[in-house]
């Protein structure tokens, strides 16, 4: 109950705060496409954050900019009260397609993200993604190669290289969007119970995705985007115990809510 109790006093501090950031792509002409223009979220420690909007919002560049893979051109990101200059292994981020290296084996791919880990032995390491690859169930696939996965097991090794630097923050930018409706179930179920489990990392994750029952079934807070330049539509707090059933009407009233800002 340690871990309940220490989630209930730390779930109003941030974890990540975007701050009045401002971001745009420079076009082929030098023309701009204004994404963010004074933006700011907080995530919470030990939340559930998932994060919805129309298609081509800016959501993949929200996420790569709380990864500190972009840099916004006003406005500022803190982790953990710093500001955010660079990637850092205690952030990671999964994306909708597993980008594996194919001429890797599964356990490589996962020991890849601990290259910057320079105090451990290569033992170790594969000790660590060996850890990793059993919790998410790839046990006895250590020297597959990816080709040889079906589309889930390749999300299921994202995972397990997203998770062996035992990061603070995950980042998952639509990661069930492209599996099959079982294999889909089954990972999020395990995504729940490892963010449940609050003596492992990591302690708070932002989900992007299109999925809204599925959005209510994990999230803490849904953070609802309008068009660009984005703007909050709205945050909802969802106040349902844990496993969610989805046959529920409070359930249900949670996704009608959501609809309603998006549209
Ligand atoms: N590298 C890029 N260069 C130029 N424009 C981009 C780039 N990446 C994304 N965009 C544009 O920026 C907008 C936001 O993109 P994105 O963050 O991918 O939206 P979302 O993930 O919400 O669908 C879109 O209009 C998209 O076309
Ligand atoms: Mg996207």
Redesign the pocket.
Known sequence: MKAAAERAERITEAILEVRGISFS?T?REGKK?H?FEDFSLDVRYAEFLGIT?P???????LLRIMAGLLKPERGEVYFRGKPLKEPTPRISMMFQNPALFPWYTVIENVMLALIHEKELTEEEKMERAKVFLDMVGLMGFESAYPAELSGGMKQRVALARALVSQPDLLLMDEPFSNLDPFTAISLRKEIETLWQNQSLPPSSVVMVSHDIEELVELSDRVVVLTKRPVKIAGIIEVDLDRPRSRRSGRFYEYVDEIYTLLS
Do not use: P, Q
């Open positions: 792509y076009m496409l994404v909007g298609s081509g919002c800016g959501k993949s560049t």
